[in-house]
């Protein structure tokens, strides 16, 4: 069987994925906090209780502080679960103690209950101003935002803005953008 065709907006993600994945920008422990701060003080713009973080992979921004801040600040925190391709995103819950299992793609998530998040931050390898983000590829994070239809925050670097990325059909925009610079509120967020 032939191998599907790549649409010119998945060949240009593609080849921008390979490039960006190459050379990932790494922060400073002073940018790391400045980061950090700024989505603290977002969640609690956000008014939740329940956020859904993640587990750093190698390159990712490491959210490990800002997960044991939110939990001695009284969030529920939850870490996904990456589940057959093709599925969205499964939470489970979290806290310090909490023992890690090895997930799909090197990925980590708790040995817990699942949990629903009210609030979810969400990974990038580049983002631009209109909210749109470019991911892994898997479309993991874009079918759970479609299915939670909860409030999201992009996080990284700000050598990750592209001036433009290519959108698809099923790429979900994020109206929220944080990085050690900046808090980007996108036009998705004027809309709402």
């Not at 996080?155 to 959108?167: D, I, K, M, N, W």
Request: hydrophobic share 40%; proline share 10%.
């Amino acid at each position: 069987m032939a191998a599907p065709l790549l649409s010119s907006s998945d060949q240009q993600k593609k080849a921008l994925r390979a490039q960006l994945r190459a050379s990932r920008p790494v922060l400073s422990p002073d940018a790391l906090k400045a980061l950090t701060d700024r989505l603290f003080n977002e969640i609690i713009r956000n008014e939740v209780q329940r956020v859904g973080a993640v587990w750093p992979m190698p390159g990712e921004v490491d959210l490990r502080p800002l997960c044991a801040r939110l939990c001695r600040a009284g969030f529920h925190v939850s870490l996904p679960e990456t589940p057959p391709k093709g599925s969205p995103l499964v939470f489970r819950q979290w806290n310090p103690g909490s023992v890690l299992q090895a997930g799909r793609y090197g990925t980590f998530h708790p040995h817990a209950p699942e949990e629903i998040p009210e609030l979810l931050l969400v990974p990038f390898l580049a983002f631009d101003r209109r909210g749109v983000r470019l991911g892994y590829g898997g479309g993991y994070y874009d079918r759970t935002l479609e299915r939670l239809r909860v409030p999201a925050i992009g996080f990284g670097v700000a050598a990750q803005e592209r001036s433009s990325l290519p959108t698809g059909p099923h790429d979900v925009l994020l109206p929220c953008i944080v990085t050690e610079r900046e808090t980007i509120h996108t036009p998705v967020f004027q809309k709402g």
